[in-house]
């Protein structure tokens, strides 16, 4: 899952980004509203941490102009201000949840993973396909019950499938959900990931290959 944070305090910013990175998660930095709002503008993110009194442009700004732009990843608003207004005209600029500093990482990743499920329209962080589930708080996965070991950019690619269900995701789209901007994008990593998936989670056939396309993940109904 790729993740923005928008934060002008260097200290914070850097500490979210290192910890989100060792969650698993893709991670780009902004230090001040513009430039925020031009990774919003120009990169599809799974979520975004957005702090309220960002330079240049401001947080409720940022998110105002973004929505209005039709981005519509999940935007986790920071703040320092203790107001209630403060918390409402975030959510009314268009954020879907707020976090008051100081806070502790690990409510931070949990409301992350929570909005980033929400939007893909699952309440448990327990996703769940015929035999297949993957649990998205623990990152395990299980097999008619049994456990099924997987590296972790096979869980990634895996449980990034299973949060976009019935739709085609080309390998570029997974690259970048998935890998830091310097990632070799030539590479074939991707279909030697999904190539392993297929083998481990049998004989649950639910990644298909779209020729030309990319892969779907094929939702029970």
């Known amino acids: 899952m790729r993740i923005l944070i928008v ?3 260097e200290n914070i910013r850097q500490q979210l980004g290192k910890h989100l990175q060792g969650q698993g998660f893709a991670i780009d930095l902004a230090a001040d509203g513009e430039e925020g709002l031009y990774y919003g503008r120009e990169y599809d993110y799974d979520a975004a941490v957005v702090d309220l009194g960002l330079p240049k442009i401001d947080g409720i700004d940022m998110i105002t102009r973004l929505r209005k732009e039709k981005r519509s990843f999940p935007i986790l608003v920071l703040t320092a201000r203790g107001h209630w207004q403060d918390k409402v005209q975030g959510l009314e600029a268009g954020a879907d949840d707020y976090l008051a500093k100081p806070f502790q990482m690990e409510e931070l990743v949990a409301r992350l993973n929570a909005l980033i499920r929400r939007t893909a329209g699952y309440a448990s962080p327990v996703l769940i396909q015929g035999d297949l589930q993957l649990d998205t708080a623990k990152k395990e996965v299980r097999v008619s019950g049994g456990a099924v070991e997987l590296t972790a950019y096979e869980y990634k690619v895996l449980e990034y499938l299973m949060l ?3 739709r085609v995701v080309s390998k ?14 030539d590479s074939n990593v991707i279909e030697v990931f999904v190539g392993r998936l297929r083998k481990k989670i049998v004989p649950v056939d639910l ?5 030309g396309q990319g892969y779907r993940f094929v939702a029970e109904s």
């Open 164 to 166: 976009n269900p019935d």
């Open 7 to 9: 934060e002008d305090e």
């Open 207 to 211: 990644i298909r290959t779209v020729r």
């Open 172 to 185: 570029s789209e997974l690259t970048d959900h998935l890998y830091d901007q310097d990632f070799d994008r």
